[in-house]
């Protein structure tokens, strides 16, 4: 059974602090992304990778750092969370093709106070 | 630019009625993919269909449906019979045949079915 793994459900951080979200994949998948998913807006990419070492800025990757220094293994880095960085967070990998799905994780709300 | 619009934020229905969730694209590439999604209240997207742009054969499973138009640059989502299990979000998303497999995303439509 194919799967994408977030670290943690929930958090809760404070402003200010270094938030690290991770994300492991088991599908030996060339394609990994972090979306941001709010109401109203939908999932928004903030970053993608699709090897290791290699990074790409998708629509809002302001506020947000990435890591990928394993290929299983895609990291989201907020360098200093604001209270505007609150929602959940979605991973996904994918083979590097455009016409296959991507797998999902089960999501990482964050709330920041 | 690549777009995607799903312009019912939400929709409540009762159980047994069809109901057709709307996607509209926007795209310069010729060769593209169109997907849906569902979302249920455990949170994690599941995948439902993939349909590429060079094919607009219409595909039904079971009770969905999915109606592909080039010309109107729409793949709309059918459930026919709707069921409460059938209560979720559901996203549709476009990947470009030159964008290594990003996907971009509508807003979401949150289908609620009533018993």
């Known amino acids: 059974d194919v799967k994408v793994t977030q670290s943690s459900r929930y958090l809760v951080k404070r402003t200010g602090e270094k938030v690290f979200l991770e994300c492991v994949q088991d599908?030996?998948?060339?394609?990994m992304f972090w979306y941001r998913q709010d109401p109203g807006l939908g999932l928004r990419l903030i970053y993608f990778?699709?090897?290791?070492?290699?990074?790409e800025k998708g629509d809002i990757p302001e506020g947000y750092s990435v890591s990928r220094e394993k290929k299983e293994r895609f990291s989201l880095i907020l360098e200093s969370a604001s209270t505007n960085q609150t929602s959940m967070y979605l991973c996904?990998?994918?083979?590097?093709?455009?016409?296959?799905?991507?797998?999902f994780g089960q999501g990482t709300r964050l709330t920041v106070v | 630019a690549q777009k995607v619009t799903q312009a019912q934020t939400e929709i409540s229905v009762v159980e047994k009625e069809d109901v057709t969730l709307d996607c509209v694209y926007e795209t310069r590439d010729t060769t593209y993919y169109l997907f849906w999604y569902k979302q249920p209240p455990s949170g994690e997207l599941v995948f439902l269909i993939r349909?590429?742009?060079?094919?607009?054969q219409n595909e039904i499973s079971g009770r969905y449906s999915w109606n592909f138009q080039k010309s109107t640059s729409s793949f709309n989502f059918t459930i026919t019979a709707s069921q409460v299990v059938d209560s979720a979000v559901y996203f549709c998303?476009?990947?470009?045949?030159?964008?290594?497999?990003?996907?971009?995303f509508g807003q979401g439509t949150e289908l609620s079915v009533k018993p």
């Open positions: 998303a476009l990947s470009g045949n030159n964008q290594g497999g990003k996907l971009i």
């Open positions: 349909r590429n742009s060079f094919d607009e």
């Open positions: 599908m030996d998948h060339e394609n």
């Open positions: 990778s699709y090897d290791v070492k290699m990074k």
């Open positions: 996904a990998s994918s083979v590097r093709a455009p016409n296959t799905e991507a797998f």
